[in-house]
Nanobody, 114 residues
Framework: QVQLVESGGGLVQPGGSLRLSCAAA????????WGWYRQAPGKERELVAA???????NYADSVKGRFTISRDNTKNTVYLQMNSLKPEDTAVYYC????????WGQGTQVTVSS
């Protein structure tokens, strides 16, 4: 059972930056795909970034060029660097495997507002 603990969210102004962290204790972390998901009020949860073996990454079009996903296998942690944040990035952000485990962490709230 992997424990998923997201952190780093907060309130930021448009154009600002945040770095999210996901500590995935108990996982065989270096194996498989990890992703960052987000869910805005009234919307479906969506995958915004993923990182696979050999650090191959992929991004949703909405965040491409602004977000960077990375991982540190020695710390069992996946990161999401978010730059040039927009109000439409406001959501609860979650980490999980891709495809997802049958459970989620608590997420971390990101609010982009002036």
């Amino acid at each position: 059972q992997v424990q998923l603990v997201e952190s780093g969210g907060g309130l930021v102004q448009p154009g600002g930056s945040l770095r999210l962290s996901c500590a995935a204790a108990g996982s065989i972390f270096s194996i498989g795909v990890w992703g960052w998901y987000r869910q805005a009020p009234g919307k479906e949860r969506e995958l915004v970034a993923a990182i696979a073996n050999r650090d191959i990454t992929n991004y949703a079009d909405s965040v491409k060029g602004r977000f960077t996903i990375s991982r540190d296998n020695t710390k069992n942690t996946v990161y999401l660097q978010m730059n040039s944040l927009k109000p439409e990035d406001t959501a609860v952000y979650y980490c999980n495997r891709a495809p997802t485990l049958p459970y989620w962490g608590q997420g971390t709230q990101v609010t982009v507002s002036s």
